[in-house]
Nanobody
Framework: QVQLVESGGGLVQAGGSLRLSCAAS????????MAWFRQAPGKEREFVAA????????YYRDSVKGRFTISRDNAKNTLYLQMNSLKPEDTAVYYC??????????????????WGQGTQVTVSS
């Protein structure tokens, strides 16, 4: 049974930083792509960033490029999202997700097989 457990969310002022973590368990993720999505109230869930577990290729939505960094620790089976220069529009529930073996890295939620419970990030102005 795959489990993804996020942590690290909280309240921060604009311009501040947070680091989210996602502890993954239940299988090996060698051929998986791991990603972060977010969902603000009244909005659809949107792609934030993704990383291939092996090789480490990364992908970002345009609005977070240069501010957010996705990474993983293979030995700890943990995914991270370092968020710097946070803006009020980054406020959302952030979800960790795992996409099963695939050649294509998808940026749509339906392409992901496993999800965490989410962690709230609130950025005050």
């Amino acid at each position: 049974q795959v489990q993804l457990v996020e942590s690290g969310g909280g309240l921060v002022q604009a311009g501040g930083s947070l680091r989210l973590s996602c502890a993954a368990s239940g299988r090996t993720f060698d051929s998986y792509t791991m990603a972060w999505f977010r969902q603000a109230p009244g909005k659809e869930r949107e792609f934030v960033a993704a990383i291939r577990w092996i090789g480490g290729s990364t992908y970002y939505r345009d609005s977070v490029k240069g501010r957010f960094t996705i990474s993983r620790d293979n030995a700890k089976n943990t995914l991270y999202l370092q968020m710097n220069s946070l803006k009020p529009e980054d406020t959302a529930v952030y979800y960790c997700a795992a996409q099963g073996p695939s050649v294509i890295v998808t940026t749509t939620p339906k392409g992901y097989d496993y999800w965490g419970q989410g962690t709230q990030v609130t950025v005050s102005s």
